[in-house]
T-cell receptor
Framework: EAEVAQSPRYKITEKSQAVAFWCDPI?????LYWYRQILGQGPELLVQ????????DSQLPKDRFSAERLKGVDSTLKIQPAELGDSAMYLC??????????????FGEGSWLTVV | AQSVTQLDSQVPVFEEAPVELRCNYS??????LFWYVQYPNQGLQLLLK??????LVKGINGFEAEFNKSQTSFHLRKPSVHISDTAEYFC?????????????FGAGTRLAVHP
């Protein structure tokens, strides 16, 4: 069964350092999402891509977070500089299309970030 | 704005007992509703979804949910739980805006199944 791949699974970084997460969506999925899940809370959307274009980044802290999907396939989420409050799980997800709200969104295993 | 409220943060239950996890949503338009499960240190896995048609939706692992439009609820149920059902469960609503859809999640309910 096809899966959304994410790396690294776990990352510990010091405050003010840079950190990056990588995601490879299910083949053929045009839509890619990055969600942040703080411990004990539900996932919150950070950024959404349709192919290589950002279609929603309203909740992305743009002073320190950036995301790209250059060829419309895999994606990188970067944080620079990292802050203590960024400690969370970063989930990547993908779906075939956003043309219909009922399309299933598939999630990766997540990347745990701990900022010390 | 559309939102999801999961009424219980934790639900303890004994093995083989029935369970209901409650979810209410707010929306002024037609909704598509989802339940996801998250096992420890893993991503989210789709349990079931409601798009239209029958209000009783059956999912994987013996779970089912009932869409109730008048009560704006989408409660998840299982008649007999197993230890392996211990996990975090998230209710979500699909929001369609500006030509694109995304999921809005509730805060989650931790189901703890005891022997």
């Amino acid at each position: 069964e096809a899966e959304v791949a994410q790396s690294p699974r776990y990352k510990i970084t010091e405050k003010s350092q840079a950190v990056a997460f990588w995601c490879d969506p299910i083949s053929g999925h045009a839509t890619l999402y990055w969600y942040r899940q703080i411990l004990g809370q539900g996932p919150e959307l950070l950024v959404q891509f349709q192919d290589e274009s950002v279609v929603d980044d309203s909740q992305l802290p743009k002073d320190r977070f950036s995301a790209e999907r250059l060829k419309g396939v895999d994606s990188t989420l970067k944080i620079q500089p990292a802050e203590l409050g960024d400690s969370a799980m970063y989930l990547c997800a993908s779906s075939f299309s956003t043309a219909h709200s009922g399309n299933t969104i598939y999630f990766g295993e997540g990347s745990w970030l701990t900022v010390v | 704005a559309q939102s999801v409220t999961q009424l219980d943060s934790q639900v303890p239950v004994f093995e083989e007992a029935p369970v209901e996890l409650r979810c209410n949503y707010s929306s002024s338009v037609s909704v598509y509703l989802f339940w996801y499960v998250q096992y420890p240190n893993q991503g989210l896995q789709l349990l079931l979804k409601y798009l239209s048609g029958s209000t009783l939706v059956k999912g994987i692992n013996g779970f089912e949910a009932e869409f109730n439009k008048s009560q704006t609820s989408f409660h998840l149920r299982k008649p007999s739980v197993h230890i392996s059902d211990t996990a975090e469960y998230f209710c979500a609503v699909s929001v369609f805006s500006g030509g694109y859809n995304k999921l809005i999640f509730g805060a989650g309910t931790r189901l703890a199944v005891h022997p």
